[in-house]
């Protein structure tokens, strides 16, 4: 158990600070980006932002117990392709990319606080960043890409990432283990408030 709370804890500090390291330019690299299934799948994971925002909806589900547990990382995914869906055909999402950040901000703190709202609060709140984070990664898409394999790419990287999440999440049935998820919260949400300056200053 203390082997399984050191290692969650190096992984979320050395996550950290290699996301500090980078500025809000670098969130969502598209650079070279192919239009495969496996560059979809790959894009989630060149995102720090979008990469701790699904990992943290993992664990919050853990946290929540059934049936969020199940709920929120399977309608994640789904409503993230409808938001790819809109991204792709042009239509504009406001203040797109601070929903981005302040999604990071967001689960880590109801991570760390491991808040207990009733289910469908906590699907309204992930859906709402659900169609950020789609949004974006439909918006990037080359011109030339193949949409639909490159969504379905993305969407499979994403419930990998909830699986993480629920993963690390179970460790909260241990004193130890609730520690570390905490803490891991804090320091989503502070690499989330980095990214909102990020983005007010950039």
Same mark, same amino acid.
């Given at each position: 158990? %203390? +082997?399984?709370? %050191? ?10 600070? =290699?996301?500090?390291?980078? =500025? %809000?330019?670098?969130?969502?690299? =598209? ?43 399977? !309608? ?32 880590? =703190?109801?991570?760390?606080? !491991?808040? +207990? ?25 080359? +011109? ?28 909260? %049935? ?15 949400? !502070? ?12």
């Amino acid at each position: 158990m %203390r +082997r399984a709370t %050191r290692l969650l804890l190096s992984v979320v500090a050395a996550s950290l600070a =290699t996301g500090l390291g980078a =500025t %809000r330019a670098f969130a969502h690299i =598209t650079v070279d980006m192919g239009s495969g299934i496996a560059d979809g799948f790959l894009h989630p994971l060149t995102g720090f932002d979008h990469l701790l925002a699904m990992v943290s909806v993992g664990i919050w589900g853990a946290e929540l117990g059934a049936p969020a547990i199940w709920v929120l990382p399977i !309608a994640f995914p789904l409503i993230m392709a409808l938001g790819g869906a809109l991204g792709v055909i042009g239509m504009p999402l406001p203040a797109g990319e601070l929903l981005i950040a302040l999604s990071v901000v967001v689960l880590g =703190t109801l991570v760390a606080i !491991a808040a +207990r709202p009733p289910i469908w609060v906590a699907l309204a709140i992930v859906s709402v960043f659900a169609v950020a984070h789609g949004h974006a990664h439909g918006a990037e898409l080359p +011109r030339a890409a193949d949409a639909l394999a490159f969504t379905v790419g993305f969407v499979l990287a994403t419930g990998l990432l909830h699986l993480a999440g629920i993963a690390m999440g179970l460790l909260s %049935r241990w004193p130890m283990g609730v520690i570390a998820i905490r803490s891991s919260g804090c320091a989503v949400a !502070a690499a989330g408030c980095y990214f909102v300056y990020g983005y007010a200053w950039v």
